[in-house]
């Protein structure tokens, strides 16, 4: 694809086109070939937009980095806010597409189960073995998932929920289709051993996430302006017992969070003053400071 990606920046250069080249991380050979052509356009049209996404790697070339605009997309910091995020991103009309009692609990249930194993991420080794990437199309097509077999349920006039069945296919194939450490699908199927079942609904024994710092249950309510509100009700740190860790995980996430920090923040240290008239590192930093 390198001579019709060559092709389409060209050719959108002088029509004003906007040019999208994606997982460009897969070809890092060509960046290089690609920054040559990026200099070597002559005046372009105004209209003219070049997108690239990448997945992180030090082979980009740096001239093109620094002419960009960079965007990166991560899940929120926190459990509560990494809820929100699912639920903001769904519709009233979407908490509605079953008419089963179970199915917006099951939704909140689902939402929980992804921030858990999302937050999981930032404990390191203690959480993940490898580091995956989970994201929102796991979670769009389990809210599918579950919605099918909801309205399944009404129409077979089944009363029992197939728990085995979404078990599996939100464990493994959905989530656990990127999982590829036997000991990390152990821990993906054990969650959902634990939050998926019609114990969440037993009226005798209520159900818990976890009673760790907080009681994390499943709310019963109707609307999804409701479940909003509830979601800001949960506390904005989270025990590691919540995700079934030792209390000590969370002295190795801040360790790792203040080397990050101190690393960033040396890299940043004022240089010598700039060469030929140029703007040394430390005033660079500073106007884009005073920008944002």
């Known amino acids: 694809m390198e001579s019709k990606a060559k092709e389409m920046i060209e050719r959108g250069s002088i029509r004003g086109h906007w040019v999208m080249l994606q997982n460009c991380h897969l070809l890092v050979k060509w960046l290089k070939t690609m920054e040559a052509i990026i200099e070597n356009l002559q005046k372009p049209d105004k209209a003219f937009r070049l997108w690239l996404t990448t997945e992180p790697t030090e082979d980009f070339p740096l001239g093109i980095l620094q002419k960009s605009l960079k965007v990166v997309t991560e899940p929120p910091d926190g459990l509560g806010a990494n809820i929100r995020q699912q639920y903001t991103r769904l519709t009233p009309e979407q908490l509605e597409e079953s008419e089963r009692p179970e199915f917006k609990s099951l939704i909140y249930v689902l939402a929980f189960f992804h921030a858990s194993i999302q937050e999981r991420k930032k404990y390191g080794k203690i959480g993940w073995n490898i580091k995956y990437d989970f994201n929102d199309s796991d979670f769009k097509i389990s809210f599918r ?95 590691p017992n919540v995700f079934g860790l030792h209390t000590n995980a969370e002295i190795i996430y801040y360790t790792n969070y203040a080397k990050s920090l101190w690393f960033n923040t040396l890299s940043m240290q004022t240089s010598e003053g700039g060469e030929g008239g140029g703007v040394n590192r430390e005033e660079y930093v500073t106007q884009v400071a005073c920008d944002i």
């Open 145 to 239: 998932l579950i919605a099918l077999y909801m309205n399944k349920a009404i129409d077979d006039g089944d009363e029992e929920l197939p728990w085995e069945t979404l078990r599996y296919l939100i464990g493994e194939a959905m989530y656990g289709g990127r999982v590829t450490d036997d000991n990390d699908r152990r821990v993906m199927t054990t969650y959902l051993e634990e939050y998926c079942g019609n114990f969440i609904f037993d009226t005798n024994q209520k159900f818990f996430f976890s009673r760790a710092g907080s009681d994390y249950v499943v709310p019963a309510l109707e609307t999804h302006e409701a479940y909003l509100e509830y979601i800001e009700t949960i506390p904005i740190f989270t025990n």
